[in-house]
C-alpha cells in the first residue's frame, strides 16, 4: 500500500521560512516524479514545484527564487523549502507522486498560513 506522509506545515510571518516534507512507502521516489500542489480558499489546486525522476526541477512563476524542491532517495523523502513567504503562499500544501499513466498518488494535505 502507498503512502505519503507529509509534515512542516504551520504558522509564519510574512518574509520567514518553512520547510515541507513528504516520507513515501510502498514507493520509489527514484523512478517516480514528485510534486508539490497547494489549494488556497476558493481557488484551484495548481502545481508549485516538480522533481522528475532524473533530478530536473520546475517551478510556477509565483514561487521561483523562493522556493526548493529536493528529494532524499535514500529516506525515500522529498521536500519542499520555502523562503521569503508572502500571505499569498497560505494555502494547503499537498505532496504528489506520478509513476506513470494512471498511477499517481496524494499526501493528506497540510496547511501552510502566513501571517502579514
Known amino acids: 500500500q502507498v503512502q505519503l506522509v507529509e509534515s512542516g506545515g504551520g504558522l509564519v510571518q510574512a518574509g520567514g521560512s518553512l520547510r515541507r516534507s513528504c516520507a513515501g512507502s510502498?514507493?520509489?521516489?527514484?523512478?517516480?516524479?514528485m510534486a508539490w500542489y497547494r489549494q488556497a480558499p476558493g481557488k484551484q489546486r495548481e502545481l508549485v514545484a516538480v522533481?522528475?525522476?532524473?533530478?530536473?526541477?520546475n517551478y510556477s512563476d509565483s514561487v521561483k527564487g523562493r522556493f526548493t524542491i529536493s528529494g532524499d532517495g535514500a529516506e525515500n523523502t522529498v521536500y519542499l523549502q520555502m523562503n521569503s513567504l508572502k500571505p499569498e503562499d497560505t494555502a494547503v500544501y499537498y505532496c504528489?507522486?506520478?509513476?506513470?499513466?494512471?498511477?499517481?498518488?496524494w499526501g493528506q494535505g497540510t496547511q501552510v498560513t502566513v501571517s502579514s
Open positions: 510502498g514507493i520509489s521516489f527514484r523512478t517516480s516524479r
Open positions: 504528489y507522486a506520478w509513476l506513470r499513466k494512471g498511477v499517481d498518488y
Open positions: 522533481l522528475s525522476s532524473v533530478d530536473t526541477t
